[in-house]
């Protein structure tokens, strides 16, 4: 049985922010005496969170015990307790982490962009990174596909991903108003960008051939080298867009992050 | 407990293949007399498998006994047994079922077809209609989350996923060469086109607002629209595209299937 199935990852990149915790890098964090402090108290509870979203993907969640979660933290199951409520509220506190991780890093970062055709762009970049960062696959996983949750704990989560694609919509729907892209059906637009990030970690490797920047670099390209207008058409815009109909293949690694 | 969470769909669009087998009409076929000619034990095992990956969805796979799927089925447990192995090799049948008939109606059709992009075009809207038809839904969504099958078992659906994507990966790469798209990375390439395609089952209902047609007609200009090049570039082909870069929204309901 293997309870971590994925090894501390090399992150060969510098560019890629070293949110990566390796696996002794979370036990590290565990292993100290618990603290009330609220800073130290969230890191520890992430840290709880992602051991038990690898477990729960492992082995099931009905397979999975509280003892199998704190044996895997170091920590007593009165420890566990610490920072979880239950058993039957750990896949929800899962969920409602992974939707506060995604909305740190990629909604909110992104909603004062003005332009809706950057925003859109820097928003795939951001939420590929999050997607790809080895820590995080797992929590993605059961936000995705543990429809388990049921009432109001299930109406919260939905209607925060719901957010998300009103987000996406609303953007779609604003660059092409403003001529920044071709028309489209908004709702299809917006999840044919969701279904491409979203099923990366059925299939992507980190650490293997393609790297984390060229994944979201290629994906950019693919998506918005078709939507995007001629440089011509765009009469209100001033200053060249990041982004030409240069394959991506053939650009520098560089992303669109601002 | 809602174990059959869909109604028969009312398929508006007459251009739909009509395989969306409604639950009545699949319970008669389960009421008639068990007969052992092929055709026919073929069709009863697919409304077996059918209204099982259905229970599977609803219920989970632990909570759902062989009795709840024969009584679903209007059969005895004997009964049942005469088209499934046994509880244990549900998930398998199911898959390879799903597997079966991705393959008739999406990757056989369209292996002929010589021009790469055209192939992938077509190759797109088969398999969008596949998943956005009711029947099939769960088939899909047991294929591609339940990771619970092990040994030779997964061994030989893996293989048939990869058979797929090194499928795509083999037209993008054609396609490139042959100067009917932009130069692509066929990996990303293959697993965006998948992505957009299978996360659809997550988020489209049918009879929606937005008809299947028209989500093929839409993703095909999203994801193409970017990637072919110019008419001008295409000096080695004849005769005018299918696909023009003009915007889904504005195009007829004209599906590119041949």
Redesign the interface.
């Known amino acids: 049985m293997r309870l971590l199935p994925h090894p501390p990852s090399q992150t060969t990149d510098p560019s890629v922010e070293s949110t990566d915790r390796s696996v002794s890098e979370r036990n590290s964090i565990l292993a100290r005496a618990p603290e009330t402090g609220s800073d130290v108290h969230r890191e520890r509870r992430r840290a709880v969170l992602e051991t038990a979203a690898r477990l729960i993907c492992a082995k099931?969640y009905?397979a999975t015990s509280v003892q199998d979660i704190a044996d895997a933290c170091g920590l007593t199951k009165a420890g566990l307790y610490y920072y979880i409520r239950s058993k039957e509220d750990l896949l929800r506190e899962i969920q409602s982490y992974g939707m506060d991780i995604f909305e740190e890093r990629v909604l909110l970062p992104v909603q004062a962009i003005a332009d809706p055709l950057e925003r859109l762009k820097v928003c795939m970049e951001r939420n590929i990174h999050l997607v790809t960062e080895e820590w995080s696959k797992e929590v993605t996983i059961i936000l995705?596909?543990h429809e388990?949750l049921t009432g109001a704990a299930r109406q919260q989560i939905n209607a925060r991903k719901k957010r998300y694609?009103d987000f996406l919509e609303t953007a779609f729907a604003e660059a092409a108003r403003e001529g920044r892209i071709?028309?489209?059906?908004p709702?299809?637009?917006a999840?044919?960008f969701?279904?491409?990030?979203?099923?990366?970690y059925?299939?992507?490797r980190p650490g293997g051939?393609?790297s984390a920047d060229?994944?979201a670099a290629?994906?950019q390209?693919?998506?918005?080298?078709?939507?995007e207008t001629s440089p011509a058409k765009r009469s209100r815009r001033q200053g060249p867009s990041k982004s030409t109909?240069k394959?991506?293949?053939?650009r520098s690694r560089k992303g669109a992050s601002g």
């Open positions: 099931g009905e995705h596909e388990t694609v071709r028309p489209v059906e709702t299809v637009a999840f044919s969701l279904g491409m990030i979203l099923w990366i059925k299939w992507y051939r393609i060229r994944l290629e994906m390209d693919l998506f918005f080298g078709g939507l109909r394959p991506a293949a053939q």
